[in-house]
């Protein structure tokens, strides 16, 4: 199996959204000695980042970090921008390795799926998934299947209006949990179905909606998959109120995904408890072994 990665991503702090949650990862297959391959992220043209934000976005990530003019929730450095760019890279390359191999998944930080086509928040500063979808798409039906525990209001936004691109969500309801304003049932439409569930709810729970979920998606005829992989519903992370205490729900949620059959790319959004980290990313991906 190849993943994505570029020590580069190391150069980019925002705690909790820190550097340790790769190399808690990186350590648990290295310790474990999981049968991985690594792979650079690709170059990509600054132009290409227009598939996904507008121009006034792009220019003012641009500015902010040769500016160091942070937000809150945004620090940037004058690596920022570069690093964040590099992120768009590395899930365009696992997209390219999907077609050819089946599956890839993309170490990348910082995440994306709160970056949407003209706004940056939530330790996201471009959507690195829905550029990888758009720039290899080639005119193909997409599935976005996103089971961080925030909805992915980012992504939602960027695709709302594409009739060719299906966007599943299941996280806690929006009501108790950031982004707070989207993410809803009263959102949904002919290819986006979000699924939020109530805080508290857990393993359970958690599967049986992707499973409900997939099944509307697979009647949209998805021809590949692309996966917004967030591990912070897990009930030690802290951040959120979902309760998935099994390290197998992530494995099956992964081989409900498999069961299409579809070539998939993953993404890594978020996931903050570093102990379990590394051992909740590979249950998810031993499901594509
Ligand atoms: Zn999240």
């Not at 003012?60 to 620090?75: C, D, G, Q, V």
């Not at 890279?89 to 390219?96: F, Q, V």
């Not at 992707?210 to 996966?227: D, I, N, Q, Y």
Request: with cysteine; proline share 6%; charged share 25%.
């Amino acid at each position: 199996m190849k993943l994505v990665y570029s020590p580069r991503y190391l150069e980019h702090e925002n705690p909790p959204e820190v550097s340790g949650r790769l190399k808690a990862i990186l350590s648990y297959v290295e310790r474990s000695k999981l049968p991985v391959k690594f792979e650079e992220p690709k170059k990509i043209d600054e132009a290409d980042l227009l598939l996904v934000h507008s121009g006034r976005m792009v220019d003012e990530l641009k500015e902010r970090s040769a500016t160091e003019r942070s937000e809150p929730e945004n620090p940037f450095t004058k690596k920022t921008f570069e690093i964040a760019k590099l992120a768009c890279g590395g899930a365009l390359r696992a997209a390219e390795i999907a077609d050819d191999e089946g599956f890839s998944f993309a170490l990348v930080r910082p995440p994306g799926h709160h970056a949407g086509r003209d706004f940056f928040q939530g330790f996201c500063y471009m959507n690195n998934l829905a550029f990888a979808v758009r720039k290899n798409q080639k005119g193909r039906r997409a599935l976005i299947v996103d089971f961080d525990v925030h909805h992915g209001n980012g992504t939602q936004d960027i695709f709302y209006k594409d009739e060719s691109v299906f966007y599943l969500s299941v996280h806690q309801d929006p009501h108790t949990l950031f982004p707070y304003r989207s993410g809803f049932v009263s959102e949904n439409n002919s290819h986006v179905k979000n699924m939020p569930l109530p805080p508290g709810a857990g393993d359970g729970e958690f599967v049986n909606a992707m499973k409900e979920g997939l099944k509307a998606a697979r009647k949209f005829g998805p021809e590949f998959v692309a996966v917004s992989a967030g591990f912070d519903s897990y009930s030690q992370d802290g951040i959120a109120e979902l309760r998935v205490a099994e390290t197998k729900t992530f494995s099956l949620i992964g081989k409900e995904i498999a069961k299409l059959k579809l070539p998939t790319f993953g993404v890594l959004e978020g996931g903050y408890y570093l102990p379990d980290l590394g051992k909740n990313v590979w249950g998810f991906l031993s499901a594509f072994l």
